[in-house]
């Protein structure tokens, strides 16, 4: 069982940076991939980015390729996304999440945990 915490999100202007953090409870954080996910109002919830267990592998939406980067510390059990340049599209609540396929999964069906959610809004 994880049990995951989402933390970091808030008001920035467009072209400006954010780091969420995501702090997860349990001994075996270390095998699962981690992912991060985000949701409108009335949409589904869309891929942001994944991470392996090791934090060598990692796999973007194109629509944030090269302005978001996933990191992952294992011995603090907390997986970052450090979002550069944003634009107010990239409002959402943003949620990290756990799975234990040992692969990268860009559909949320294929995670098992989730965290609460934190809200980033980004202004014009």
């Known amino acids: 069982q994880v049990q995951l915490v989402d933390t970091g999100g808030g008001l920035v202007q467009a072209g400006g940076s954010l780091r969420l953090s995501c702090a997860a409870s349990g001994r075996t954080f270390s095998r699962y991939f981690m992912g991060w996910f985000r949701q409108a109002p009335g949409k589904e919830r869309e891929f942001v980015a994944a991470i392996s267990w090791s934090g060598a592998i990692t796999a973007y939406a194109d629509s944030v390729k090269g302005r978001f980067t996933m990191s992952r510390d294992n011995a603090k059990n907390t997986v970052y996304l450090q979002m550069n340049s944003l634009k107010p599209e990239d409002t959402d609540v943003y949620y990290c999440?756990?799975?234990?396929?040992?692969?990268?999964?860009?559909?949320?069906?294929?995670?098992?945990?989730w965290g609460q959610g934190t809200q980033v809004t980004v202004s014009s």
């Open positions: 999440a756990a799975e234990s396929t040992l692969s990268i999964v860009r559909d949320a069906e294929g995670y098992d945990y």
